[in-house]
């Protein structure tokens, strides 16, 4: 999958690509069960300079040693995992780590699904559909609170 929205050369960036640039050292940890999607996830947020990948994981199970070691400032994780899902590893996250800010990352974008993943805990809800869109703005909200 490819996410429009990269930086070029010879054109200025758009307001929401230069968000994620005023993020200083951002750390994050990724989890997705998809490998495709992860791996394009991570090149996403490799094109941005301020934002270092410490972790990478393909379930919740295997994201908690990652972020016991390297104390991520932000995880971006899938919703629907099989397992355990994205929310009920948000409030075990959230317990273990209260100052890691979580983002839910999912296909699914539906109002409910927003707000249990609000009421959960998470920090911030992205649709996979938009996420080279919404990610960026998404990320600086976050952080900044």
């Known amino acids: 999958m490819q996410f429009a929205g990269s930086q070029s050369e010879g054109r200025q960036p758009r307001q929401s690509e ?7 050292h951002l750390r994050a940890v990724v989890v997705d069960d998809s490998p495709a999607f992860l791996r394009s996830l991570c090149s ?9 990948i410490v972790g990478a994981a393909e379930s919740a199970l295997d994201a908690f040693p990652l972020v016991e070691q390297s104390r991520p400032d932000v995880v971006l994780i899938d919703l629907q995992m099989p397992g355990m899902n994205g929310l009920e590893a948000t409030a075990l996250l959230r317990s273990r780590h209260p100052n890691t800010r979580v983002i839910m ?3 699914h974008d539906t109002p409910e699904l927003r707000q249990a993943s609000l009421e959960g805990g998470a920090h911030g809800f992205v649709s996979k559909s938009r ?6 703005d998404v990320l600086h909200e976050v952080m900044k609170h």
Do not use: A, G, I, Y
Request: aromatic share 4%.
């Open 18 to 24: 230069t968000h994620v640039c005023d993020l200083r």
């Open 44 to 52: 996403f947020l490799r094109e941005h300079e301020q934002v270092q």
């Open 105 to 107: 990352v999912t296909m």
């Open 131 to 136: 996420l080279s869109q919404d990610l960026p």
